[in-house]
């Protein structure tokens, strides 16, 4: 008997296919259904059932016999599945699309379709049939397939014979017109993804220092084209490079299943790339190139026909490269002859150039400028080492474009495939991609020539050309004696600068010696004329009879005793000065605590610094690390610096003493306020005999040398001393290393 549609959903639960596909109890089977029911198990068709959902979604119910065997999926496993739950997502879109049609046009529809299971492709003829219930609602698809796949690759293999045949004949006949190379290159890449219908075909070029470029892309892939950009695969050595030069091809058909470096599959995934096909452009034996296909939107079993394809495809792009490659010789041949007339002229301008002036700027820009000339360059530039060797500053260039590059500074550790070569004395070039966008590819073509000679090296000459052209072996032997001559001009222009310099040096030296020597005469001759005065006195008040005047004695005697003190220190500081001078034989140091050493040389300025009206104060950071010092010298430092120090600060203000740890030294700082040195007086502040006269409010007298004895003892024990003065307060800090200098 016949059965509604919510009765047979209930008889799927307990019948067995074919049973459910007729609606009868097994036991009231008529003779024409058990007939229907033995071609569903044994008819050489597929045959499939679909359910129509009530909220019209679609579910599978079983599969014949024969179906069963072309997907290798059981009845039992499909019953109660969707399409997404056994077909990728664009299949699954393509067959509920069929589904919806017959359901909607409420009638028998036929089609073809390509679907993959478990990975492999396969071509269907289908029939699909709706049936009905009671109410006319259709609650089930009876679907009829046949497996078209072989015929389907017959047909498709003769068209795909015919592109082929048509697409390397294009080829061959571009070749033989003598077109340019990128013109070939563009359009062989967008006629093979076409061909092969992948989302991605390129062209990649392996330059001569092991890095390369994309030359050439056709794309419809989402993430849009990679020319132009500077695309390095992470996980690519030179043993990728020599099987590929062996010509070994690479065959991805899905990225996570192909057992690749995880580096690898991180880098083809960033790219979006799902399936990778692989294939060298050899050109006389040496790995020119890589030929490439790719499908980013989901895994592709790539056909020999396929790779066969891009194998001759790879040579014919091989032959075009050679062929273009001698075009370009016949063209360097014509151009040679002049090129060598322009290049000897340049030579003898640079000689004359070298020759008749010692100014090293007015010679290496006339170099840029007439390089950037005869060799149609973009940029000329010529940079200089740094005293380290850790860093390049372009000092020279010529240029006709923006932005201008002279001044620039570049770290060498940043750039080691370039710094280590040019090291060794050798130029390189390279083209490269010029980064950024820009409405077609631009390509530039640079090298850099060592500047050298005997001494060691000096710099770099560099030289950007705006078109992908390498400098040939003729203008690589120029650039090179260019670089000689820039050797000479700038040995002979800084020889004439140390020069000039050293004789501003000696006039200098005997300024500062004279100056000295005045200055020393002068210290010397005040206490000397002060002693002669008081003993002139003395000798007038000391008579037969007696004193005269016994309250001047002891008055006379007192200003005896000063100017001799005053005269022996000058005398001891002079004598100190000349033996730190002459670099004295390594000291013995012991460790010494700041926390306990340093209080007592502060608290021995107490008494001056109360009667001065200045307040004291002193903060030392704890656990600071022993100093291992001279401490004779060490405590003369500061007790130098507290003496000036109070000398100049005037009444009311505060003296701070600090002790704190830097990252690698430990320093003391002496701060004052009330004071501000002008930065014209900063500079001789430590000179022999500079004293800041109008800033003394105690008229403290003094040799002198005091600040200048005090740095040569900081530099002494291989610390360093410095003074800063702004807002009203001026700082002395020094500061010692943490570990004694070797020469100490």
């Not at 293999?157 to 990128?182: P, V, Y």
């Not at 010529?398 to 130029?427: N, V």
């Not at 005269?548 to 100017?563: G, K, M, R, Y």
């Not at 003391?668 to 004293?691: A, K, M, T």
Request: net charge negative; aromatic share 6%; with cysteine.
């Amino acid at each position: 008997m016949n059965i509604n549609q919510s009765e047979s959903t209930v008889e799927l639960t307990k019948l067995s296919p074919p049973y459910f596909l007729f609606g009868t109890d097994v036991e009231e089977k008529s003779s024409g259904e058990q007939f229907l029911l033995s071609i569903y198990d044994s008819v050489q068709a597929s045959i499939f059932v679909v359910d129509v959902l009530e909220d019209g979604d679609f579910r599978y119910v079983a599969l014949n016999p024969t179906h069963e065997r072309w997907l290798g999926i059981r009845s039992e496993d499909l019953k109660g599945k969707k399409p997404e739950d056994i077909l990728s997502p664009v299949d699954a879109d393509r067959v509920r699309q069929h589904y919806t049609d017959c359901v909607r046009f409420g009638k028998t529809i036929s089609y073809e379709q390509c679907l993959q299971f478990q990975g492999v492709l396969t071509w269907w003829s289908t029939t699909l049939t709706p049936l009905r219930d009671a109410n006319s609602r259709i609650y089930r698809l009876i679907g009829t397939s046949s497996n078209i796949t072989l015929a389907k690759q017959v047909e498709q293999g003769g068209r795909f014979q015919a592109e082929r045949e048509r697409l390397l004949e294009a080829i061959a006949r571009r070749i033989r017109e003598g077109q340019d190379l990128e013109p070939i290159l563009q359009k062989t890449v967008k006629e093979i993804r076409q061909l092969i219908e992948s989302d991605r075909v390129l062209i990649y070029r392996f330059q001569a220092d092991g890095n390369g470029a994309i030359v050439a892309e056709s794309t419809i892939a989402a993430s849009g084209p990679l020319l132009g950009k500077n695309i390095q695969d992470p996980c690519f050595t030179t043993q990728h490079q020599e099987r590929y030069r062996r010509g070994c091809i690479q065959v991805v058909e899905d990225i996570h299943a192909a057992g690749l470096h995880p580096c690898q599959i991180d880098f083809l995934a960033g790219l979006q790339v799902r399936a990778n096909l692989v294939v060298p452009i050899l050109l006389h034996q040496n790995l020119w190139g890589l030929l490439i296909a790719q499908h980013c939107r989901e895994p592709h079993q790539w056909q020999p026909t396929e790779t066969d394809l891009l194998k001759q495809l790879a040579t014919q792009i091989a032959i075009a490269v050679q062929q273009a490659g001698l075009q370009q010789q016949i063209q360097d041949l014509k151009a040679q002859l002049q090129q060598t007339r322009n290049f000897q002229a340049l030579v003898a301008r640079i000689t004359a150039q070298i020759r008749d002036h010692v100014d090293e700027t007015q010679v290496l820009q006339t170099i840029t400028q007439e390089l950037a000339d005869v060799l149609q360059l973009e940029r000329c530039q010529i940079e200089f080492y740094s005293p380290c060797r850790t860093k390049v500053t372009v000092v020279y260039e010529y240029t006709t474009t923006i932005p201008i590059h002279q001044g620039l500074t570049r770290q060498i550790a940043d750039f080691p495939a370039i710094y280590p070569q040019l090291r060794q004395k050798q130029p390189l070039q390279s083209v490269e991609i010029v980064q950024g966008w820009h409405p077609k590819l631009l390509v530039i073509t640079q090298m850099v020539c060592p500047i050298f000679d005997a001494q060691g090296m000096i710099g770099n000459l560099w030289l950007i050309r705006p078109r992908q052209e390498a400098f040939d072996a003729f203008e690589i032997e120029l650039v090179q004696q260019i670089a000689d001559q820039c050797a000479i001009a700038i040995r002979r222009a800084r020889l004439y600068e140390t020069t000039q310099l050293q004789l501003q040096e000696l006039e200098k030296i005997e300024h500062i010696k004279n100056e000295f020597l005045r200055t020393l005469s002068h210290e010397l001759r005040t206490p000397i004329t002060n002693i002669s005065l008081a003993a002139q006195t003395l000798e007038s008040v000391l008579t037969p009879e007696g004193l005269l005047d016994e309250e001047l004695v002891p008055q006379l005697l007192q200003i005896l005793h000063n100017e001799c003190g005053r005269g022996s220190k000058l005398i001891n500081d002079l004598l100190t000065l000349t033996h730190l001078e002459a670099k004295p034989d390594p000291q013995t140091l012991i460790a010494i605590d700041l926390q306990t050493w340093l209080p007592p040389i502060i608290e021995s300025f107490r008494e001056l610094t109360a009667c001065q009206r200045q307040r004291l104060k002193l903060t030392i950071e704890t656990a600071l690390p022993p100093l291992e010092t001279d401490i004779t010298e060490l405590e003369r430092i500061f007790t130098e610096l507290l003496s000036h120090i109070c000398k100049y600060t005037p009444a009311g203000e505060s003296i701070t003493v600090s002790a704190h740890l830097t990252i690698d030294a430990v320093q003391i700082s002496i701060q004052n306020s009330g004071l501000e040195i002008p930065p014209e007086q900063l500079l001789r502040i430590f000179d022999p005999f500079y004293r800041l006269s109008k800033n003394d409010p105690w008229k403290y007298s003094g040799t002198g040398l005091e600040l200048s004895l005090v740095q040569k003892m900081v530099r002494h024990l291989g610390g360093i001393i410095r003074v800063e003065s702004a807002a009203g307060q001026t700082t002395f800090i020094v500061e010692f290393p943490l570990e004694p200098l070797a020469n100490l």
